[in-house]
């Protein structure tokens, strides 16, 4: 395939996702380079990609032609051409516009469109041409998230030789949502090219199985989906973070006394609310913020006292959704300024910004209460970090029962966030919680962490795929 060695003897350990581990930024000197992407999936897969000499297959972020393959801290990575109309058809309108609010709920009205389908089906079947060619024998092709679920499907008839694993990072749907998919055929045939297709949460597993039952008449038996194309192992694998580097962070003299200075910076305020997300509907902000603005209203928290820091990662600005959404969340904002607010003294801090690790981890150190609300969410791993993160075993989690991570923080105090009032109570009791109640539901969900972290999600996933439960079906296409 390629013109280095390396690629012509074929890897023995492939990872594909939408996007590369890396992003283009310019130095000092206003050069371009290539710098490791942050997150989780990157920092885990690091190690096990150098030791097996692995190779990542993604999209670079620019639309138009590719750079040429390149070794990146010592993982080679592949660009994945995408043309405009494959960002409009294929990334932004089925990936994001159709899959994401579909399975997730469908929140928001998903919008099926023909071109993006066909958009779609185009470029998951580049990918998966892309890995055929730089496969070894018999490798292992762990393919990543809603964007690429033709992939193993493609990827099983070019070659059957192959272990393939894929990952939904994101929620699956019920049968009965899941079936408005115009591709929903297409796309369980896809998944079921898979060896092993791991979920973020039971409900995920639970809904995969009877999706092939109900679509494909497929028959499951303990974890084995047996189905027209062969066997299919479909489990559970909740991700997480990297726990050892958020305590490291948590840990580190100047993060603390970051910390601290932001404390200093809102003017001491008695109770310190953090909301952190991409700014996305999903994330439920708006349900969190008409909770806090009543609570004002109400005198249950004292505006005086009491402050609220939303930070909104910009996320998937050209779509209407999100444009919409932002409008919607600045206007609740203000209006909760204008009301509550006084001469230099806010009541919400809206940072619409993206801040590096330390900055996030100095934040989730100054904060008394987390909140994290979402509607519907694969895991959340941003009530996992703010755990991590409080190595003195202080501070309140607020987390829905929607997260994929409530499954395990099920010391938080959990909740339904279409409730308003119960998400008010809940805000108000962590809010007012003692220090002895923070820690007896702090310490079991940081010594949970601390026993599942990145690097286990990953090495349980691998393991898996390698097990014989599936080799059936390499035997047999041999
Ligand atoms: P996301 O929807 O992006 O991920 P999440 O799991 O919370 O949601 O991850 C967000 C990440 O972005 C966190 O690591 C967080 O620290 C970081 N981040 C948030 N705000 C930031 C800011 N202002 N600046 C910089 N970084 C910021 C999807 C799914 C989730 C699933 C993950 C992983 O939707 O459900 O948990 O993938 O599988």
């Known amino acids: 395939p390629g013109a280095a060695g390396i690629d012509r003897a074929g890897y023995d350990l492939i990872v594909l996702a939408n996007r590369l581990p890396v992003d283009r930024v310019a130095d000092s000197a206003g050069a371009d380079r290539w710098q490791r992407s942050p997150g989780g999936l990157v920092t885990a897969l690091h190690p096990i990609m150098r030791a097996q000499r692995g190779a990542w297959i993604g999209w670079h972020g620019q639309p138009g032609p590719p750079p040429d393959p390149f070794t990146h ?29 579909l399975y997730h709920d469908a929140v928001e009205q998903p919008i099926f469109d023909r071109d993006w389908r066909r958009s779609y089906r185009e470029v998951n079947e580049r990918f998966a041409a892309a890995a055929a060619g730089l496969a070894a024998p018999g490798a292992l092709v762990w393919v990543h998230d809603y964007h690429l679920q033709l992939v193993p499907g493609i990827l099983r008839r070019l070659r059957p030789d192959l272990r393939i694993g894929f990952f939904l990072h994101i929620p699956l749907p019920p049968v009965e949502l899941f079936c408005q998919m115009p591709l929903r ?52 694998f909740p991700i997480s973070i990297d726990v050892a580097t958020q305590q490291r962070l948590a840990d580190d003299p100047q993060v603390r006394a970051r910390a601290a200075e932001i404390r200093r910076e809102l003017g001491d305020p008695q109770t310190l609310i953090l ?3 991409r700014l996305d509907y999903t994330k439920g902000i708006e349900h969190r913020l008409t909770a806090f603005g009543e609570l004002l209203a109400e005198g249950r928290l004292d505006p005086a ?28 904002v203000s209006r909760i300024n204008g009301v509550h607010a006084g001469i230099g003294r806010l009541c919400v801090h809206y940072l619409h910004q993206s801040y590096d690790r330390a900055e996030l981890a100095a934040l989730y150190l100054a904060a008394d209460v987390m909140a994290v609300t979402p509607l519907r969410d694969g895991m959340n791993l941003v009530a996992k970090e703010y755990v991590a993160t409080r190595t003195d075993d202080t501070g309140a989690l607020v987390l829905s029962e929607f997260a994929g991570a409530a499954a395990e923080l099920s010391q938080a ?19 007012h919680a003692e220090r002895e109640q923070q820690t007896a539901r702090m310490r079991p969900m940081r010594a949970h962490l601390r026993r599942h972290d990145v690097n286990r999600w990953a090495a349980d996933f691998l393991n898996r795929l390698e097990t014989p439960a599936g080799r059936g079906r390499v035997e047999a296409a041999a």
């Open 73 to 101: 801290d010592g993982i080679r990575l592949h660009p994945v051409e995408l043309s405009e109309d494959d960002v409009d058809g294929y990334y932004e309108g089925q990936s994001n516009a159709t899959i994401w609010p």
């Open 185 to 236: 055929e297409e796309i369980m045939r896809g998944l079921l090219g898979a060896d092993l297709v791991g979920f973020q949460h039971p409900h995920g597993t639970r809904n995969f199985q009877r999706l092939a039952a109900h679509l494909l008449a497929a028959k499951t038996t303990g974890e084995v989906i047996e189905h027209a194309e062969g066997v299919t192992t479909a489990a559970t």
């Open 275 to 277: 909301g952190v997300d």
């Open 305 to 332: 006292k009491t402050v609220l820091v939303q930070v909104a990662v910009p996320s998937r600005q050209r779509i209407d959704h999100y444009q919409a959404l932002r409008e919607r969340v600045e206007r609740t």
């Open 413 to 431: 105090w959990t909740v339904n966030p279409h409730d308003l009032d119960r998400l008010k109570d809940a805000i108000v009791a962590a809010a």
